[in-house]
């Protein structure tokens, strides 16, 4: 057990098979006094399986881990990023500018781009364009793709579509409902050399026919310049802010085109608010310090495997999947900033999706299967439609959902039998304005930093993901059938899976 974790193991094993209901009947004022609010966005921790002396503990290790310090050193544009030489100033983007030099300097690229993307924006819906392409993937994809899904309006001036995947029906299937004298295309890459955005942008490229209305988002103008967009169709991108926090940036332009300038400066706004709460706010009243502590409560106290998401609004059916990519390719790290094993476990699986579906899918596993799965339960108190039944009868699922799995229900007929004590957390915002989607994606990338603060791992590199991606490149030429190429391939298995390609794929 690392020594910072130390002391946590003692208050779990006094608390393990404690039931939650029994927490809550005997300290009923922690219902109210385990939530924190921040603007629009209440959170409540009271169905977690703490009790104060645990949290007491877990506070003991804030302070000992210096978690308000992090926090400055994140704002203020200190080297988070060791590995790879860097800070981690996605704060920048959205305004929380820090009196430290590089944070200013960077807060003021961002309000340069910021003017230029309204340019582009203002320019483009001068002319015959109604719809746009977004080519990218990850970090260049899941946050615009997430925020487009949960706030572009009916009627909007542009109608926003998304390309991530290699495969080519995925292209395929965007550009059959599409014409191409009325799109515009955005290529969104940070390094400008990721193959599925390359391959994608090719097919967009030829597919529109006109390349004046193709554009790009990136770091590296000189690749970009190679691929045939001029500077003056170029948004720039910077290597101090993370791909999986990049949405804040020009990466947002997709955003930006779908709901509108003036609406994805209100998502920054919402973002930068969080972040001065995060600044200010004392760790036990500190919203992000509350979240990763829980999550390495559950995760090393309680040993939890998974955690799920929850979302009660199906405007945010894409959170879970834009979650994955922040916290797993964050905390998915099995060394110490100084490469040292971390000999404790790190990042649970996470994994989700929108409420009420899907209690008619796996819940029946979240009530009654063997493993326990924390939860962090999102609802919105204020619907933009007038199907108030509708809301009513959502709200009460949520409810009832978070009620039902912390507290259970007797049965002598054990297939009756709810266990209960199973945690979750409850997010709510006021309503589904780009000023609260901004500060819960705040939250949860903070949370994340804090984790990994806990952790003493790195929340900003992933080399995790390059083996794959060399692989692929080397087996590229085997698959697309060279013989020389086949050769080359040395592990038995793949050579037995290129032989069933072959076969498979001869007419
Ligand atoms: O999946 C690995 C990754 O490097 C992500 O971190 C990143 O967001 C994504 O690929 C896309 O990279 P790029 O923006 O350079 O195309």
Request: hydrophobic share 50%.
């Amino acid at each position: 057990m690392s020594a910072l974790l130390d002391g946590l193991q003692a208050h779990a094993q006094r608390l393990d098979g404690m039931p939650l209901a029994r927490l809550l009947r005997d300290d009923p004022a922690r219902a109210k006094e385990f939530a924190l609010r921040c603007g629009p966005l209440y959170a409540n921790f009271a169905r977690q399986r703490y009790d104060r002396a645990a949290l007491d503990a877990l506070f003991v290790i804030a302070e000992r881990a210096d978690l308000a310090g992090a926090l400055r050193r994140l704002l203020d544009g200190d080297t988070v990023n060791p590995t790879e030489d860097r800070p981690a100033l996605h704060s920048a983007l959205r305004g929380a500018a820090t009196g430290s030099a590089f944070a200013l300097a960077a807060r003021a690229q961002a309000l340069a781009a910021q003017l230029r993307m309204r340019e582009l924006i203002d320019a483009l819906a001068a002319g015959p364009v109604t719809d746009i392409v977004s080519i990218g993937i990850g970090g260049s994809d899941l946050g615009p793709r997430l925020v487009v899904d949960a706030l572009a309006l009916p009627g909007a001036r542009f109608r926003v579509h998304f390309i991530s995947n290699v495969d080519g029906h995925a292209a395929r299937r965007v550009l059959a409902a599409l014409d191409p004298a009325r799109t515009a295309a955005v290529m969104i890459s940070k390094t400008f050399g990721t193959q599925e955005t390359l391959l994608n942008g090719a097919i967009v490229r030829e597919w529109l026919g006109d390349d004046t209305r193709l554009y790009a988002v990136s770091t590296n103008a000189a690749r970009v310049a190679d691929f045939g967009i001029p500077p003056e169709r170029t948004l720039p991108m910077w290597d101090w802010v993370g791909g999986r926090y990049s949405l804040w940036s020009a990466v947002g332009f997709p955003i930006a085109l779908a709901l509108g300038m003036e609406r994805f400066e209100q998502l920054l706004e919402g973002a930068a608010a969080l972040d001065a709460h995060a600044l200010a706010a004392p760790l036990r009243e500190n919203l992000p310090a509350w979240h990763a502590l829980t999550a390495v409560w559950n995760r090393n106290g309680l040993h939890a495997a998974t955690q799920a998401v929850l979302p009660y609004d199906d405007r945010l059916k894409l959170l879970p999947a834009y979650l994955q990519q922040l916290v797993m390719e964050s905390l998915g790290k099995r060394v110490h900033l100084d490469g040292r094993e971390v000999g404790i476990d790190t990042v649970p699986v996470w994994w989700g999706g929108a409420g009420t579906d899907t209690q008619h899918s796996f819940f029946q596993a979240l009530h009654q299967g063997t493993q326990v799965v924390p939860a962090d339960f999102i609802g919105v108190l204020r619907a933009e439609h007038p199907f108030a039944a509708n809301h009513a009868a959502l709200l009460a699922n949520l409810l009832a959902q978070t009620e039902a799995l912390a507290n259970g229900q007797d049965s002598d007929d054990p297939h009756r039998r709810y266990p209960g004590n199973r945690p979750s957390t409850l997010l709510l915002l006021d309503a589904l304005t780009p000023q609260a989607l901004g500060m819960l994606i705040a939250l949860y990338e903070h949370s994340v930093y804090l984790q990994s603060v806990l952790w003493e791992i790195n929340a900003f590199d992933q080399f995790g993901v390059e083996l794959g991606k060399q692989l692929a490149s080397r087996l590229l030429p085997a698959v697309q059938g060279r013989g020389e190429a086949a050769a080359q391939v040395h592990d038995p298995v793949t050579r037995a899976l290129l032989d069933e390609l072959r076969a498979g794929q001869a007419p």
